[in-house]
């Protein structure tokens, strides 16, 4: 299974992107993740949503401004990220696994992993 995020770029503050993730088969038993990583920062969760679409979770710094998606047709996570904040700037990976809880974000429980994308928000 491969992952490739797409949608990064250059915002201002207040600003949207659409992330996507998409996979080289089918996502249709995964639950998948969004993770981010500013540099000298740990990697942290994002945003999950479970295999069959229900169960989306939010890191509470995220609550209310970034809404996840799956299309599993098309083998694509969304991640629309509304109200952006030069805060949010970092790598977004998206990582997908069988057995992985959403609302836990533990990366070690994700096997598979895209490259990420960079996402900057300006002031």
């Known amino acids: 299974l491969q992952l490739v995020e797409s949608g990064g770029g250059l915002v201002q503050a207040g600003g949207s992107l659409r992330l996507s993730c998409t996979a080289s088969?089918?996502?249709?038993?995964?639950?998948i993740g969004w993770f981010r990583q500013a540099p000298g920062m740990e990697r942290e969760g994002v945003s999950c949503?479970?295999?069959?679409?229900?169960?989306?979770t939010y890191a509470d710094s995220v609550k209310g401004r970034f809404t996840i998606s799956r299309d599993n047709a098309k083998n694509t996570v969304y991640l629309e990220m509304n109200s952006l904040k030069p805060e949010d700037s970092a790598v977004y990976y998206c990582?997908?696994?069988?057995?992985?809880?959403?609302?836990?974000?533990?990366?070690?429980?994700?096997?598979?992993w895209g490259r990420g994308t960079r996402v900057t928000v300006s002031p």
């Open positions: 088969e089918s996502l249709d038993y995964s639950a």
């Open positions: 949503i479970g295999s069959s679409g229900g169960g989306a």
């Open positions: 990582a997908a696994d069988p057995w992985a809880q959403c609302g836990i974000y533990d990366p070690a429980e994700y096997d598979y």
